[in-house]
């Protein structure tokens, strides 16, 4: 369900690198004037406080090993456009040249990755050497030495967010694009700084990958095991999507999810035995924490802070390179460079939904449909999936038909698109830069980066045909693809291809996915369904807001306190975890002191990527609320062809309103109502065909 990007986004998101800082930069500000007036004497009419930007930013990365001071005004004589037709004549230039390079090494790994990737091709060992292999993986380093990235920072410098926000809405398109190309060479990292964030990055991954809990191990405080010995689950999304299904258990529901929270609790503060980590050898009490060999209980070691530990690394490994750069530290890296959010006007969003009064309302709700008090684990709540009333084999018949093989599912991707509002040229227009691919894993869509080239759509077809979940996630994947040939396609200059960030490729995904059944022509008239989703869509938020506020305190708490060991920082995470659930968890669950919002793998793997997926949410959901009676296919290619502009003015010009809470809060309020009457009305209906049968049985 994810789409990929090329491994360059790291490279193009990074913010300004400064060689040694402004202030003991080789280049003096002497030698800058020096090449200012050469410029001006050229006969540039550029002004000159474009000069200066473009001269200044260049001069930082600029090394004694680039030249002499001299040989460094020679260089800005040479290089520095004249005026605006010259400079517009090198833009083009660039984005036919850069769009070479990138859209064909993009190729090339999609070529490599193909036997990991494609069913039906044979995947020999070799295959994972080529598989790791990265054409581009000295790119930034190539482009210094060769000083084109001296000529593109000078004549096209970085804006920081606050100018993108501030002047954006009065640059032209063209104008943006000079602006994104500005922030393609924004560092010029030391290997070493860049190989130990990856080796931290790396022995994170490997330590959760090799996370999992042997489930059949697990006993409950009745003595009753719930799993299978062959049940391994993965922390957290094993643990935490098992606990999820648990809720369709009407039996022991409920005993499995309290086990699992239990797990999930020793998991974050560290009580957990070492013992049961990936190992079978031991029954497991997670309530009491007590573990047995052939009844015998034996006193094992805690895990002893392995978790934080691979956290404090991150974070060392990353803080080292902050000298290199402009912006004091990571956090404002992550949010402004990449998600282009301020930390604040995240941080403001979460808190918003968190303390919103709709979060009693449901959470009402969901008390009553479950029949009994909330526990701390119903922040997964999993019940307001909106649900076919089709039978689900029925469902697997009806795709298995439709779409035997890849083939045929791509042949009727244009219909899918006229269906959705695109007129029958642009939909083969279109559909003839997506290839379908029947997918090993999951599914995903793989951009292209390049004109002439096909963007991938990936997902699950079996021997007899693609089944429902094959074609729901089919149907995802293809919102994706269209996303990237529109942005690619239909945007005025190559640097603004794209979206703002993940959020936005995801909110059209999901808008294509809930259409699946219309698209098959089983539309449920049920209109419970967009009410359901509504408020899966506010809990979700409630959920992964309060695990991202966790996140953000976590990393400006290691900031503040950059000396401190992994005892010190679990107990520091701990604590934050508690401060969050005490405001926004604990008047609604009734317990204080919960630490399950710490839990996530993403918080030791992926620093700062959890606020990714509610920003997601709500760009989603006010893309939703727009699209709402409305033609999908012509908002659609107005709406993506605007490319890569900042989140806000994205959004302003695409659905007239900043990212915003405030359609998910109003649409919640009105769900839940909906929601109660349509549980009541059920529950009115099943009484009276129960009282039915019993008067028939009489
Ligand atoms: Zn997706």
Redesign the pocket.
């Known amino acids: 369900?994810?789409?990929f990007y090329l491994i360059l986004t790291v490279l193009l998101v990074s913010s300004i690198m400064l060689n040694a800082g402004p202030s003991n930069r080789y280049i003096t500000e002497h030698t800058c004037s020096k090449a200012k007036s050469a410029i001006l004497r050229k006969g540039c009419n550029i002004s000159e406080k474009l000069i200066d930007r473009g001269l200044s930013q260049a001069a930082n990365f600029w090394t004694s090993a680039d030249g002499s001071q001299d040989e460094f005004i020679d260089f800005c004589t040479k290089n520095f456009c004249k005026n605006l037709e010259e400079k517009d004549h090198l833009f083009e230039r660039l984005c036919t040249n850069f769009e070479t390079i990138l859209g064909h090494n993009n190729r090339v790994t999609i070529e490599l990755l193909r036997p990991s990737h494609v069913k039906g091709v044979e995947n020999l060992p070799i295959d994972d050497i080529f598989g790791a292999y990265n054409g581009l993986a000295h790119f930034n380093e190539d482009m210094f030495n060769n000083k084109l990235a001296f000529i593109v920072i000078m004549n096209f410098p970085h804006f920081t967010l606050r100018e993108k926000i501030n002047n954006g809405d009065s640059w032209t398109i063209r104008q943006w694009g000079y602006v994104r190309l500005g922030d393609l060479f924004t560092s010029r990292a030391p290997a070493s700084a860049e190989q130990n964030i990856n080796a931290a990055t790396a022995a994170a991954e490997n330590y959760i990958a090799n996370y999992n809990i042997h489930m059949g191990m697990v006993w409950s405080d009745r003595n009753i095991r719930y799993w299978s010995q062959d049940v391994k689950l993965i922390t957290h999304w094993g643990l935490r999507d098992e606990l999820k299904a648990a809720y369709s258990d009407p039996v022991s529901g409920t005993d499995k999810q309290s086990i699992i929270y239990n797990i999930l609790t020793r998991i974050t503060d560290q009580s957990i035995a070492e013992d049961v980590i990936d190992k079978s050898d031991y029954i497991w009490y997670p309530s009491t924490n007590q573990t047995y060999v052939q009844r015998v209980e034996i006193k094992g070691k805690s895990e002893n802070n392995k978790r934080y530990e691979c956290l404090l690394r991150n974070f060392k490994a990353i803080k080292a390179s902050d000298e290199y750069y402009e912006t004091d530290n990571f956090i404002t890296r992550k949010f402004e460079d990449e998600y282009e959010i301020s930390v604040e006007q995240a941080e403001k969003l979460f808190r918003e939904v968190l303390s919103s009064p709709q979060v009693k309302e449901v959470a009402e709700l969901i008390s009553k449909r479950l029949g009994r008090k909330l526990q701390p684990f119903d922040i997964w709540y999993d019940g307001f999936k909106a649900r076919s009333s089709m039978d689900q084999r029925k469902l697997d018949s009806i795709t298995m038909s439709r779409y035997p093989d890849a083939e045929a599912f791509a042949k009727d991707l244009p219909n899918v698109l006229v269906k959705l509002g695109f007129t029958r040229p642009r939909a083969e227009f279109i559909c003839n830069h997506v290839s379908v691919d029947p997918s090993v894993g999951a599914g995903?869509?793989w951009e292209s980066m390049m004109k002439g080239d096909n963007s991938m759509l990936r997902t699950r077809i079996g021997e007899n045909g693609m089944d429902y979940k094959g074609y729901n996630i089919g149907i995802?994947?293809f919102?994706?693809n269209v996303e990237q040939t529109i942005s690619l396609y239909e945007v005025d200059n190559y640097f603004m291809r794209g979206v703002p960030n993940t959020g936005f490729?995801?909110a059209l995904?999901?808008t294509f996915q809930n259409r699946d059944l219309e698209l098959l022509g089983l539309a449920d008239n049920d209109t419970i369904n967009e009410d359901l989703n509504t408020l899966d869509i506010f809990w979700n938020c409630y959920e992964i807001m309060g695990v991202s506020l966790v996140d953000i305190k976590t990393w400006q708490w290691m900031y503040a306190h950059p000396k401190a060991n992994a005892e010190q920082l679990r107990s520091a995470v701990l604590s934050i975890a508690k401060e969050v659930w005490n405001q926004y968890y604990a008047p609604i669950f009734k317990e204080n002191n919960q630490v399950i919002l710490a839990c996530y793998s993403h918080i030791i793997v992926d620093p700062l990527y959890v606020s990714a997926y509610p920003i997601g949410h709500l760009v989603d959901f006010q893309l939703e609320q727009y699209l709402k009676g409305k033609k999908v296919g012509p908002e659609v290619e107005r709406i993506f062809a605007m490319g890569h502009l900042t989140p806000d003015l994205w959004l302003q010009r695409a659905v007239g309103q900043k990212l915003s809470t405030e359609p998910l809060l109003r649409a919640t309020s009105l769900a839940v109502g909906d929601v109660a009457n349509y549980d009541k009305q059920i529950k009115k209906e099943k009484k009276e065909v129960k009282a039915v049968k019993k008067r028939k049985s009489k």
């Open positions: 369900m994810k789409k995903h869509a995802h994947e919102g994706h490729t995801e995904a999901f």
